[in-house]
């Protein structure tokens, strides 16, 4: 009796697939940025001190969101690079959402530590589908139009959140912003699938390739194409994150070395 072979699942238009990553990137840049543009509200409100400010906008975000890149990568690779970021949007979406319900110190610093966990699970599957989605020679301009969600997300986010903020409040800002990205969820599921006939999309694990003989006079094709797409995209993320790490601690830094430069005059 002839057995029955499953359909293969329809391919969705590549730049519909790269508008999605583009729109969850930029959700990425406008949650993880939002503290920054309403630090003044929720500095006043929550009565934070500098060093506070300091740790919640540097190290409760930078600290899982820098480690925790390539294990996620890894998962992305093992399940499913769309789920993983679907899950990763829908996480960041849910803990913006909260920073908007904290108290005090604590619970703003735990609710940045989700954004941190959320976020580091996005960026790395991203690159691993554009390069699944896209042949060679259209990879650059794939990459340089999902870039373009940096500047972007980064103003989107400045603009809508000191909008709402001078509006109503702070903490509706991060509401709002975390429940619009709630409501991407559902239809980057619905549109973005991984492309059939990968290890990710058949849910095994993907074979960690031999590297090259010819490694030192080519290591594109040899040490650096070793591990699968998304671990070689995971250490920007940390990258990213040990930046943001730097960025706190050296205006801890500098802030306390003003202050006893003040006191000493």
Do not use: H
Request: charged fraction near 10%.
């Amino acid at each position: 009796m002839p057995t029955r072979q499953a359909a293969p699942v329809r391919a969705r238009s590549p730049y519909l697939v790269l508008a999605m990553l583009m729109a969850v990137y930029i959700f990425s840049y406008v949650d993880r940025l939002l503290l920054s543009v309403l630090a003044e509200p929720v500095k006043a409100d929550l009565k934070l001190n500098d060093t506070q400010m300091g740790l919640l906008g540097g190290l409760a975000f930078a600290l899982l969101y820098s480690t925790m890149g390539v294990p996620l990568a890894l998962v992305a690779d093992r399940f499913g690079r769309s789920r993983v970021i679907a899950i990763s949007l829908a996480a960041w979406s849910a803990f913006t959402a909260l920073c908007g319900l904290t108290a005090n110190f604590w619970q703003m610093f735990l609710a940045r530590l989700g954004v941190g966990i959320g976020e580091a699970g996005g960026s790395a599957p991203s690159y691993a589908l554009i390069t699944d989605t896209f042949p060679p020679e259209k990879r650059a301009r794939a990459t340089g139009i999902y870039m373009m969600a940096i500047p972007i997300g980064s103003a989107a986010g400045a603009f809508l959140g000191a909008w709402i903020a001078s509006r109503v409040d702070w903490r509706l800002a991060f509401i709002v912003m975390g429940l619009a990205g709630l409501l991407l969820v559902l239809p980057f599921r619905l549109i973005v699938r991984d492309p059939s006939g990968g290890a990710a999309s058949r849910g095994n694990p993907p074979r960690w390739q031999k590297p090259s003989p010819n490694w030192a006079a080519n290591p594109a094709s040899g040490w650096f194409a070793w591990p699968p797409a998304s671990v070689r995209c995971a250490p920007m993320d940390s990258i990213s994150g040990c930046q943001a790490c730097w960025a706190a601690v050296s205006g801890w830094i500098f802030s306390t070395a003003g202050l006893s430069m003040r006191c000493w005059f």
